[in-house]
C-alpha cells in the first residue's frame, strides 16, 4: 500500500501549443513590492505554482487577481498579454515555480510595445473599484 497523495492543482486544455514544443521549469523570486516583468507574452501556455507569498496576476480580459501560496495558474500564451505578474506585499518576498511550453528558436518571452498596448487597450478588463 502507497501513501501517494495526488492533488490535482489545475486541469486546462491546451489551446496553442507551438510545433516542437520545448518545455522549460523555472522558479522565480520577487523581492518585496517588486512590480515583476513588464507586459508580455509567451509564444506558448504556462502554468505555474505560487510556493510563498502572493502574486498579483492580470492577464489580458480578466480582471487583476491575488494568487496565494498554494495556488496554481496558467496562461494560454499565443496573442494574450500577460500585464501583470508582481509581487503583492510589501514585507515579503513571492516565490513561484512555472513551465513554460514555447516554439523552439523563439524567446520564451517578449515584452509588449507601448503602441501595442495603446491598441489592444479595449482588450483589458476594467479594473474593478
Known amino acids: 500500500m502507497t501513501n501517494t497523495i495526488l492533488t490535482t492543482l489545475t486541469h486546462q486544455p491546451l489551446l496553442v501549443v507551438p510545433e516542437n514544443a520545448e518545455a522549460m521549469t523555472a522558479t522565480l523570486e520577487l523581492p518585496p513590492g517588486d512590480p515583476g516583468t513588464p507586459p508580455h507574452r509567451h509564444s506558448g501556455p504556462v502554468f505555474g505554482y505560487v510556493l510563498e507569498g502572493e502574486l498579483l496576476f492580470e492577464l489580458e480580459g480578466e480582471p487583476a487577481r491575488v494568487i496565494h501560496a498554494g495556488e496554481a495558474f496558467?496562461?494560454?500564451g499565443g496573442?494574450?498579454?500577460?500585464?501583470?505578474?508582481?509581487?503583492?506585499?510589501p514585507d515579503t518576498t513571492t516565490r513561484f515555480v512555472v513551465v513554460m511550453i514555447h516554439a523552439p528558436g523563439e524567446p520564451m518571452l517578449t515584452l509588449v510595445t507601448d503602441d501595442e498596448l495603446g491598441a489592444r487597450r479595449h482588450l483589458r478588463a476594467p479594473k474593478e473599484a
Open 74 to 76: 496558467w496562461e494560454p
Open 79 to 89: 496573442d494574450v498579454i500577460h500585464y501583470l505578474a508582481a509581487n503583492n506585499l
